[in-house]
């Protein structure tokens, strides 16, 4: 496992600036916001400029990017990347400490103000969390914010955590704001269908659970809209809860979920039915304390993100690290980490031998193939630091495969899709196309699947609305665009390959 410094291919310096209410936040979101195949990124900047960089890399080369001009937004603590019109360009949510916005793409990397047609009101809360999905028939994304203190209450901050919104729309247009109470400091959402019933619900992930009355991790049932209790198998679970990552590590379709935090990073495996279980500390997801360097105080994670940065089939974890600011109970050197997963199901540390474990204090991250090589990249943005690039030279890595999904209509980039990859040996890997989880970061990329020693697999899709693909054969080592066919069937595209 080898990354490389690629850190001198950003044109200026990029960081997450800010006093406390940037302590938070410092997000990134990635998107192809020209069409040219190689995703591009959007840098939170909070008291500092945000940024958006352009992806020059050559395939298969240097990682390269160029700075372009965008709308400059103070206080911008994250951004997802979303087709909000279903005009096949990408649209920017962006959340702020301040009004929330939503970037209008224009293409080649333009972007404007939404409409007033939109009739988006994003609020004007201290906003750090944001998912969002297509309920229905509904032709528009519901879209879901999460916000943490509310700077308005005298009392504050402790025991002052504001409320989070849920906008549903209206036609082409967004409704009134509807508020979901109580909150508890969002600082993660996910919509997801993690029972995998075909109906998708509210995870969010709350920091300040211990200074509020009845605080803990939230899921909520969006028809009717209502949280879920412990009667209906949901036991309260407390953490100060920073990052979500979601994925099928088991084989079984359901997806699992890593909640990083002040502490431990906890791994709960989906066992069916709506009923997660916190994994063995032998798995080695934990993570509580630096691995390298003589702090051993407890970490502090932000971002986590799934990807098989190896491409053998098995997904590893990377989770950014780094303290709130000078918080004394907890480590003030706090590498990332990079977490391979084993044949076995198990966890092995490699953050510092593949040269990832930085001690800057890490916040929003992502895992994307910069320069169309098959193999993910490493993106992270770090408060008061230079944000890093790296690029993955791993050695004999395996096989692997992008799937572009694409549907006519509005959510044409199929937003809450579930995709299952065959391999040859019988294994099937699950994605499922969500918009939400890490740290106010997120990504509108092809979906990467590594596939070891195998040149081939095989395709199923689940579409939105519940319709089955029949299974059909894709090669590896290339991007494919994959859409509805005849009947049950699958019209796969090559976009491109390595070089």
């Known amino acids: 496992m080898l990354f490389v410094d690629r850190a001198s291919a950003l044109p200026v310096r990029q960081s997450y600036e800010g006093e406390w209410n940037h302590f938070v936040g410092g997000g990134l979101a990635v998107l192809d916001c020209n069409d040219d195949g190689r995703p591009d990124v959007y840098a939170a900047g909070g008291a500092a400029p945000s940024r958006l960089f352009v992806n020059a890399s050559a395939k298969g080369g240097e990682i390269a990017f160029a700075e372009r001009p965008i709308q400059p937004l103070g206080a911008v603590t994250g951004a997802y990347p979303l087709d909000v019109d279903g005009d096949g360009h990408l649209d920017l949510v962006v959340l702020r400490d301040g009004p929330n916005m939503i970037l209008r793409g224009e293409g080649a990397c333009r972007f404007s103000s939404a409409p007033p047609e939109w009739t988006f009101d994003g609020g004007r809360e201290w906003t750090t969390s944001f998912s969002a999905t297509f309920e229905g028939d509904q032709d528009w994304p519901t879209l879901a914010f999460g916000n943490y203190v509310d700077k308005t209450d005298p009392q504050g901050p402790f025991e002052a955590c504001d409320r989070n919104y849920l906008i549903r729309p209206q036609g082409r247009a967004f409704g009134p704001r509807i508020a979901l109470e109580p ?14 019933n075909g109906v998708p619900d509210l995870r969010i992930s709350n920091d300040r659970q211990y200074y509020v009355r009845n605080g803990r991790e939230q899921m909520w049932h969006l028809e009717p809209l209502a949280e879920y209790t412990e009667a209906e198998g949901w036991p309260e679970l407390k953490l100060w809860g920073m990052g979500i990552a979601s994925r099928d590590i088991t084989g079984d379709g359901l997806p699992e979920v890593v909640l990083t935090s002040m502490g431990d990073q906890v791994l709960q ?33 932000w971002h986590a993100e799934f990807g098989d940065v190896d491409n053998d089939g098995r997904d590893d974890l990377f989770i950014a690290k780094g303290n709130v600011d000078q918080m004394p109970s907890n480590a003030i050197h706090d590498p990332n980490n990079l977490l391979i997963q084993q044949p076995d199901g198990t966890f092995v540390e490699r953050g510092d031998a593949a040269g990832v474990g930085t001690m800057d204090r890490a916040r929003g991250a992502a895992l994307v193939d910069l320069n169309g090589d098959g193999l993910l990249d490493i993106l992270v943005n770090n408060r008061r630091a230079p944000m890093e690039v790296w690029q993955n030279a791993t050695a004999g890595a395996g096989h692997w495969l992008a799937l572009d999904l694409s549907l006519p209509g509005s959510n044409r980039r199929a937003v809450g899709a579930i995709v299952e990859l065959r391999l040859p040996d019988g294994r099937v890997l699950t994605r499922e196309n969500t918009i939400g989880g890490g740290h106010a970061s997120g990504a509108a990329v092809p979906l990467h699947f590594g596939l070891g020693a195998y040149d081939t697999a095989e395709v199923r899709v689940t579409w939105p609305k519940g319709s089955v693909s029949d299974w059909a054969p894709v090669h590896a080592d290339g991007v494919f665009r994959v859409a509805p066919g005849e009947g049950e069937g699958l019209t796969i595209s090559r976009l491109g390959g390595a070089p």
């Open 183 to 196: 909150g508890f400091c969002a600082l993660s959402m996910l919509v997801s269908d993690w029972k995998r």
């Open 269 to 301: 495996f989906n066992e069916g039915g709506g009923v997660m279980r916190n994994a063995p500390w032998s798995v080695g997801t934990y993570s509580t304390v630096p691995y390298k360097g003589d702090d051993g105080r407890p970490s502090t994670g």
